[in-house]
Structures are given as C-alpha cells and as structure tokens.
C-alpha cells in the first residue's frame, strides 16, 4: 500500500485546512486508515481514525469539535478536515494505513505510511 498526502500549508490561528491521502496499491486489504501528528521535540500522536469498509471514527480529545475525518472509498481518499486551527495543532501530519492479515496461525497487523505534510498555524 502507497500512501500520498496533500493539503499542508501555513494558516492563521482560527483558520481551516483540508488534509488528503490518497492510498494506492492493495488498498483492498486496508483495513483501517488513520491520521498522526509529530510536532517537533514530541512523539508522533494519533490525530484520528476510520474505518476503511464501516464508518466508525475516533477522534482525539485535543481535535474533537475542531476536526473531522472522512473518507472516499471509491476514491481510495481519507480527508482531515481541520477546523478551528490553534498554534499548537502544528506538526507534520502523518497518514496511515493499517492492513490485517489473516492466516492459520492468526493475524498480523502491517502500517503503512505516508511522507508526510507540513502544518503551520501561526498565532
């Protein structure tokens, strides 16, 4: 699976942007795509996640209200919608892919990861 993010840029404090990742390759087999977040000196964070075929989503605390994650699946395209931008929403915005694999001995989880985009939100 190949993952390609797009929608980075710097915004002022209260503004929007709209994050995009666009999976390709054996994108039948995802089964769950999410959305981290690295700032610098911090570890990467979970921002949100979706489920690839149902429609159930978790969104962190620090984003509730402020951001909301959809998905195309006939497009292979998982978005962040980021509202309400503050200064401490900065980071390089990671997508990722999870894949199950199912086998005799039981199941193995493989990520898949995007390069990354950079978002600024100045005060």
């Known amino acids: 699976v190949q993952l390609e993010e797009s929608g980075g840029g710097l915004v002022q404090a209260g503004g929007s942007l709209r994050l995009a990742c666009v999976a390709s390759g054996r994108t039948p087999d995802i089964d769950s795509m999410g959305w981290f977040r690295q700032a610098p000196g911090k570890e990467r964070e979970v921002v949100a996640q979706i489920s690839w075929s149902g429609g159930s989503a978790y969104l962190a605390d620090s984003v509730k209200g402020r951001f909301v994650v959809s998905k195309d699946n006939a497009a292979n395209t998982m978005y962040l919608h980021m509202n309400s931008l503050k200064p401490e929403d900065t980071a390089v915005y990671y997508c990722?892919?999870?894949?199950?694999?199912?086998?005799?001995?039981?199941?193995?989880?493989?990520?898949?990861w995007g390069q990354g985009t950079q978002v600024t939100v100045s005060s």
């Open positions: 990722n892919a999870k894949v199950v694999v199912y086998t005799i001995e039981g199941t193995s989880d493989f990520h898949y």
